[in-house]
């Protein structure tokens, strides 16, 4: 669905701002169709490069950027995607309504068509009775939520998502992430690109970790976050007991044997192996 092949963009010097500067230097991975890929890194890294040459907004001074087996995302590509940037401005007089009528049209949905499918999605996303209203009048939230619906209109193949639990309350995160595994049930393609690493843990197993331009990790997360010394015995009120020796599991086991429900080896969490994999490339 998406392959970078030692891909490099530079950003040319402008006059009286910065200088030139690597945005990605031989960056290379890939995601597959069905999977889910967690692209992170710290603000600068070149997540927004890399989602700007998928959508075809610019073109890689080397390598290759292949997006749904073409070398170049041009707007037949990008009707197949479903595209959520970070920051989304709307013309102020529009409602929600005729945003996904506009986005629709765009990919050559009919009418009614658009019609059925926004009155599932904005019911799914908890504004279908707010279809009509100003999307100026919305909160962030709500603007969040309608950004969504209008990336996922047309049913797309391939989903990018950037920071798409951004401006939303916790419950509205939870909401999300669910609607994000359901279209994962669904078999979509998505690339998820979010500074909220519990939730890039909650919805894939594999990231790409991005660092001033450089790729420092492609791969499974369970091969990335190293085993601790702790164990960790999970009770069914989802209480968590951790015991630094092994020999200390079994009286354990005997005391809480009606409410444990599982004994694992403790390992780090994404955000603890992020930091570490950064702060080693750093020094």
């Known amino acids: 669905m998406i392959k970078f092949s030692e891909v490099h963009k530079t950003y040319p010097k402008q006059v009286g701002r910065c200088p030139a500067h690597y945005a990605l230097k031989g960056v290379s991975f890939s995601l597959a169709e069905g999977e889910t890929l967690g692209l992170i890194g710290q603000n600068g890294a070149g997540k927004s490069t890399s989602i700007r040459l998928i959508m075809g907004y610019m073109s890689a001074d080397s390598g290759k950027v292949q997006v749904l087996g073409d070398e170049q995302a041009t707007p037949k590509v990008r009707r197949r995607i479903g595209y959520l940037p970070e920051t989304s401005t709307f013309p102020p007089n529009l409602t929600c309504m005729e945003l996904l009528q506009f986005a629709g049209k765009c990919c050559d949905m009919a009418k009614k068509d658009i019609v059925a499918q926004a009155e599932v999605l904005l019911k799914r996303l908890g504004i279908w009775s707010e279809r009509n209203r100003r999307l100026s009048q919305y909160s962030k939230g709500m603007q969040q939520r309608a950004s969504f619906a209008a990336a996922l209109i047309h049913n797309p193949e391939l989903l990018i998502l950037d920071e798409p639990m951004s401006g939303l309350d916790p419950i509205g995160r939870a909401e999300i992430i669910g ?17 909220l690493l519990d939730d890039v843990e909650r919805i894939t197993n594999q990231v790409a970790i991005l660092h001033q331009g450089k ?8 091969n990335l976050c190293e085993a601790q010394a702790d164990w960790h015995i999970e009770l069914r009120n989802g209480d968590v007991l951790k015991v630094n020796q092994e020999s200390a599991i079994p009286p354990l086991l005997q005391q809480y044997v009606q409410e444990v429900v599982g004994v694992r080896r403790g390992k780090e969490s994404l955000q603890d192996a992020f930091v570490r994999i950064v702060e080693g490339a750093k020094s």
């Open 179 to 195: 609607l994000i595994q359901d279209l994962q049930q669904q078999g979509k393609s998505i690339l998820f690109c979010s500074h």
């Open 215 to 222: 790729l420092l990790y492609d791969g499974e997360i369970t």
